[in-house]
């Protein structure tokens, strides 16, 4: 299997409950590492990079949006943004603030900065989510199911957000169950038997 994932572009990635799915996010987002083929991000082959190369491209290119939005439940939404904001040392305290809080202005949480992810509702947990995911401009945004918990009307306003980040020059991929929230992807890739296929 060959793919190459461009930018400008939405992905939707579906396939059978243990198809690899998460696997393959996780994989493409580095968290995890793989036994065969090569894997190249921007011309980087991943193999043959540290620990700490394989940090830095993470925080500087990779943003993921979890399914369970793993928030730190001891920290507010703005807190738990925050933290990502500091992997970025090439801007200031003060900068870093006030970039957190105009993300989150951007999707509509203005009036939840101060609340503990156990005070918001799903919708709004996924939303703190996408904001840590995109506080430090990745080029590439992994989301696996990230309308799976949500209702329609949250999900759609989730969908809105992903699908508009193409426009800023950016490779989005979305692992979804949902065929309406792929179907709005420029690209649905199906993953079986350990293979991308183009439907
Ligand atoms: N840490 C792990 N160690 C061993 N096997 C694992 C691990 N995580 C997942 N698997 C197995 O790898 C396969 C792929 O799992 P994965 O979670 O990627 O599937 P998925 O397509 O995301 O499924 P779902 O749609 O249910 O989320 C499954 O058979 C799963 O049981
Ligand atoms: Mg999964």
Do not use: W
């Amino acid at each position: 299997m060959c793919f190459n994932f461009e930018s400008n572009k939405v992905y939707a990635i579906i396939g059978k409950s243990g198809s690899g799915k998460t696997t393959l996010i996780h994989i493409l987002g580095l968290l995890d590492t793989f036994d065969s083929g090569i894997y190249s991000i921007d011309n980087t082959t991943i193999a043959t990079l540290n620990d700490n190369e394989l940090s830095k491209i993470r925080k500087e290119k990779i943003g993921l949006i979890f399914q369970d939005y793993y928030l730190n439940p001891r920290l507010t939404a703005r807190e738990n943004v925050l933290i990502a904001a500091y992997l970025n040392t090439k801007i200031s305290k003060e900068q870093r603030e006030a970039k957190v809080r105009e993300i989150l202005k951007k999707l509509n949480l203005e009036n939840r900065i101060n609340h503990y992810p156990n005070e918001l509702s799903g919708g709004e947990q996924q939303r703190v989510c996408i904001a840590r995911a995109l506080i430090n401009d990745p080029k590439y945004i992994l989301a696996d199911e990230p309308t799976g918990a949500l209702d329609n009307e949250n999900s759609k306003i989730i969908m809105e957000k992903l699908l508009n980040l193409k426009k800023e020059n950016k490779c989005v991929i979305i692992v979804t169950h949902d065929l309406s929230v792929a179907k709005r992807a420029d690209e649905i890739l199906e993953l079986k038997n350990f293979n991308l296929e183009k439907k």
